[in-house]
C-alpha cells in the first residue's frame, strides 16, 4: 500500500464530504467527548439533536458535575444505555475536582476517566488536542478489515493488531484528528456494511475489493443467542393521577421510573402477571381494566415485548403503596411524567397515550 497517497486521498475525500456536525465548528475535548458517548449505539441524526440541547443545558463540565442525576438523566433519555450518563456525570465531577475543570490532554488520563474507553480516548487526544493517536471504532474495523482483506474474526486480537498497526503508520502527524474522523466517516457512508465500493475514495489500496472478497468481509464472531422476554405493566390511575416508582441502584436502568410491572411466568396471561406484580412489588390489588397497546423494544440481545394496560384499584381505595422492588414511588399527575427519566420502552408508552383520544382528559389535552 503506498501510505502516503492512500492518506492524501482519504483526507481529500473527507475535506469534499464530511458532514456538517456542530461539534466540528468548534472541537474542543468537551464537546468531542460528549458526541463520542452519544454516538454509541446511536444514529448520527439523533446524536446532533441531543448533543445541540445537552450543550444548552451543560456548557461545560463544571455545569454538568453541579446537575443532580435525575436532571442528568432525564437529558440523556431516549439515548438508552444510562450508565453513559452516569458516566458522563462522574467523569466530568472528576475534571472539575482534580483539573480544575479543565479537560486533561494526556491520552493515558483521558482513558482513566469513568465511561471513557481506548477509542473515545484516541477520538479526543486526536481531535480536540492534535496527537497522533489511533481511534479505532467498529467503522475503522471494518474499513481495514477490506482494505487488508483480513480473514480473521476483526474484533479478535490479532485481527484488531492489525488494523491498529496500520492506522499508527498511516496516521498524519499534522492532521491526526481528521484522519480518524475521515475513516470513521467513510466507514459510516461509503465503506458501511452494504459498501458503495464505486465512489470509495480508497478503493485502489483496497486487497479486499482486488481479490472480489468484500462480501466475506469483515469476519465477525458468531451472534450471541436472542433473548426474548414477556412483560405486563399497569398504568394504575386513583383520583386522577399515575403510580409511578423509581428502580433500585442495583437494578436494570437503576434511578430510572417506571410503571410497576413485570415479567410473564411460565403459564401467565399478561394480565394474570400484572395483578401478581402489583402485589409483590407495591402490596396494591388492581383489576387491569384496558388494554393500552403493546410496546416491542431492544437492548442488547433482549428482544422485549410489554402489554401495557390501565388498571384500577380493585376495591375502590387504594391504600399506601409499600415499594418492595423500589427506591421510592409515588402517585402523580399524569401531565408531569415528562418531568421524570423514563425507560424507552415506558417512555413510548407514555407517549401512546398521549396521542391516543382515549387519555385525553387523563393527560389534560381536552
Partial sequence: MDGTRFTRNLLDWYDANRRDLPWRDDPGPYPVWISEIMAQQTQMDRVVEYHRRWMRHYPDPEALAKAPEEAVLKSWEGLGYYNRARNIRKAAARIVDEFGGEFPSDPAVIRSLPGIGEYTAGAIASIAFGQPVPAIDANVLRVFARVLDIDTPI????????????????????????????????????????????????????????????????????????????????????????????????????????????????????????????????????????????????????????????????????????????????FVQPASLADYAFPSGHRRLIDFMRNDLRFAELFRLS
Avoid at 226 to 246: P, S, Y
Avoid at 302 to 326: K, S
Fill in 155 to 330: 474484533r479478535e486480537k490479532a485481527g484488531r493488531g492489525q488494523v491498529e498497526a496500520c492506522v499508527r503508520e498511516l496516521l498524519p502527524e499534522d492532521r491526526p484528528g481528521d484522519f480518524n474522523q475521515a475513516l470513521m466517516e467513510l466507514g459510516a457512508l461509503v465503506c458501511s456494511r452494504l459498501p458503495d465500493c464505486p465512489v470509495c475514495p480508497v478503493k485502489e489500496h483496497c486487497l479486499a475489493h482486488a481479490r472480489g472478497t468484500i462480501g466475506a468481509r469483515p469476519v465477525l464472531p458468531p451472534g450471541k443467542d436472542i433473548i426474548r422476554i414477556n412483560m405486563a405493566t399497569g398504568v394504575l390511575v386513583h383520583e386522577g393521577q399515575a403510580l409511578i416508582q423509581k428502580r433500585r441502584p442495583d437494578d436494570v436502568w437503576p434511578g430510572l421510573w417506571e410503571f410497576p410491572g413485570g415479567c410473564l411466568e411460565q403459564g401467565e396471561t399478561p394480565e394474570e402477571a400484572l395483578v401478581r406484580e402489583y402485589r409483590e412489588e407495591v402490596e396494591l390489588d388492581v383489576v387491569p381494566e384496558e388494554k393500552i397497546t403493546v410496546v416491542a423494544y431492544s437492548y442488547t440481545r433482549y428482544r422485549v415485548t410489554m402489554h401495557c394496560y390501565l388498571c384500577r384499584p380493585a376495591n375502590g381505595d387504594v391504600p399506601a403503596p409499600v415499594f418492595n422492588a423500589a427506591v421510592e414511588g409515588g
